[in-house]
């Protein structure tokens, strides 16, 4: 069963509630008993764990189409990006 969020638009209660996802959502605050209680949207709460298809196809790793770019790329015409690289273009300015 998901967990929901609530929290009273009154009284700013908040409230974690364990519940069917068949089951009407709640609308009265437990705390001032006013019908402001909503649902937030909330981030998922789970993590992949173990030696599954994520972890081997999608967990990072070097692939040959994805290789860093060469130091010529950082170049800004011996500006300081060209410098900090090393790029011998720095030198003939």
């Known amino acids: 069963m998901p967990i ?9 209660h908040a409230k974690d509630v364990l519940q ?4 009407a959502p709640l609308t009265d605050c437990p705390a001032c008993g006013a ?7 909330t981030a998922p ?11 081997t196809d999608f967990k990072g790793g070097s692939s040959s189409s ?8 950082a170049c800004d015409a011996g500006g300081s990006a060209c ?3 090393g790029c011998p273009a ?4």
Not at 4 to 12: D, H, M, R
Not at 20 to 23: I, N, P
């Open 66 to 73: 994805a290789s860093a770019p060469a130091p010529a790329a």
């Open 83 to 85: 410098a900090a690289a």
């Open 45 to 55: 709460g789970f993590q992949l764990k173990g030696s599954g298809w994520y972890a």
């Open 4 to 12: 929901y969020a609530y929290k009273c638009g009154t009284c700013g």
């Open 20 to 23: 069917k996802m068949s089951d």
């Open 90 to 93: 720095a030198s003939e300015v």
């Open 35 to 41: 019908a402001a209680f909503s649902k937030q949207l």
